[in-house]
T-cell receptor
Framework: ETGVTQTPRHLVMGMTNKKSLKCEQH?????MYWYKQSAKKPLELMFV???????ENNSVPSRFSPECPNSSHLFLHLHTLQPEDSALYLC??????????????FGEGSRLTVL | AQKVTQAQTEISVVEKEDVTLDCVYE???????LFWYKQPPSGELVFLIR??????QNEISGRYSWNFQKSTSSFNFTITASQVVDSAVYFC?????????????FGAGTTVTVRA
């Protein structure tokens, strides 16, 4: 099993649809992240969960709703998105606290297209 | 506030040429960490290196080398004798003290294309 797995890899949705992105990490880490990657822009940190508690919500619109049911799983629920939300959504995990090397382990991303 | 600037948007080279990627950072922290990540076409970012602000020694790992210059706030990355497999987007990133800091500030990335 790869360290961080994201599904689906590609998603096309209309502006009125509701969909979810899923992320699973098999590394035993205590923190999980959602990043948004748009063309020619730096990666934008959206949400951070540490020990299943949300510790960061980086001014993300409410049409994005994260969920972290346990330390290994992270979801991003999507509803009434806009075309400008089309991007690559990357999940990552890391170990915070003692043993933190600063290294993030990323999944391969979910490419989202909003029509 | 922390900021990372990668001024080069795209670089194209022919195989076996050397390529240097520039990274300039801004931070008020006295302790900080710098990173380089590689993003191949498959999408996942892959960690390449971490340096802390107290260690200015240059580092070499195979065909990769890094030049950390605190005086100019730069952390440049050189690929020697580039290969087609080096084609990817490369990101420079910065964080503060690591213990509970989860905020990596990423640059916009440099797309490297190595032509056969």
């Amino acid at each position: 099993e790869t360290g961080v797995t994201q599904t689906p890899r590609h998603l096309v949705m209309g502006m009125t649809n509701k969909k979810s992105l899923k992320c699973e990490q098999h590394l035993g880490h205590n923190a999980m992240y959602w990043y948004k990657q748009s063309a020619k822009k730096p990666l934008e940190l959206m949400f951070v969960y540490s020990l299943e508690e949300r510790v960061e919500n980086n001014s993300v619109p409410s049409r994005f709703s994260p969920e972290c049911p346990n330390s290994s799983h992270l979801f991003l629920h999507l509803h009434t998105l806009q075309p400008e939300d089309s991007a690559l959504y990357l999940c990552a995990s890391s170990q915070l606290g003692v043993g933190n090397t600063g290294e993030l382990f990323f999944g391969e991303g979910s490419r989202l297209t909003v029509l | 506030a922390q900021k990372v600037t990668q001024a080069q948007t795209e670089i194209s080279v022919v195989e076996k040429e050397d390529v240097t990627l520039d990274c300039v950072y801004e931070t008020r922290d006295t302790t900080y960490y710098l990173f380089w990540y590689k993003q191949p076409p498959s999408g996942e970012l892959v960690f390449l290196i971490r340096r802390n602000s107290f260690d200015e020694q240059n580092e070499i790992s195979g065909r990769y080398s890094w030049n950390f210059q605190k005086s100019t706030s730069s952390f440049n990355f050189t690929i020697t004798a580039s290969q087609v497999v080096d084609s990817a987007v490369y990101f420079c990133a910065l964080s503060g003290s690591l213990l509970n800091d989860y905020k990596l500030s990423f640059g916009a990335g440099t797309t490297v294309t190595v032509r056969a």
